[in-house]
């Protein structure tokens, strides 16, 4: 009797951890050629998604948190975050974002879901604190800016890059800076 009991908690333990959270590597070619590694870490139980993208000078970290309905970049290259409210509408929910990412790593390079471009607004965020301790933890020390979502990349003309990277392709996310 002891030892069904035994086996039912820890059988209970590794399901609730399993159900909480997707952690997904992904390794493909970058734009030069070289490798690009990525992580998708997903907490379902918090609603937080860590992307994290290791490409040398071209690193990013991504935080996604569905609670407070915010999404950060911090830009290693940039040496600053970037913060923008998601628009649930058009950004994918973290099933589709876990879908994305397993439907990535089996096929080599999946479509995203949707394409959202975002033009950052070069004001600095006065308190990172007001987006949640999460995306405060990811800022902290650097310039923050917020971004605005736009329609296309051609409307920023003025703007000195648009870009969109491996992940963020996933998300189908663009940011001109």
Not at 6 to 13: E, I, M, R, S
Not at 110 to 126: E, G, L, S
């Amino acid at each position: 009797m002891k030892a069904q009991i035994l086996a039912a908690a820890l059988l209970g333990v590794f399901l609730t951890h399993t159900a909480a959270n997707d952690d997904v590597n992904v390794s493909n070619q970058g734009n030069s050629g070289g490798d690009v590694h990525q992580t998708v870490n997903i907490n379902n139980q918090d609603n937080i998604a860590n992307i994290n993208d290791y490409n040398g000078w071209d690193s990013w970290d991504s935080i996604c948190d569905y609670n407070r309905g915010f999404y950060a970049t911090r830009l290693f290259s940039k040496k600053a975050c970037v913060v923008t409210k998601m628009n649930k509408s058009v950004f994918p929910t973290l099933a589709q974002l876990s879908k994305a990412v397993q439907d990535k790593k089996a096929a080599g390079d999946a479509a995203p879901p949707r394409q959202i471009t975002y033009a950052v607004i070069h004001t600095p965020v006065r308190d990172v604190s007001d987006f949640g301790s999460h995306i405060e933890s990811l800022c902290r020390g650097l310039p923050t800016y917020s971004a605005a979502e736009t329609q296309g990349t051609e409307l920023f003309s003025g703007y000195g890059e648009c870009s969109s990277s491996s992940i963020i392709t996933i998300l189908g996310i663009t940011m001109c800076w």
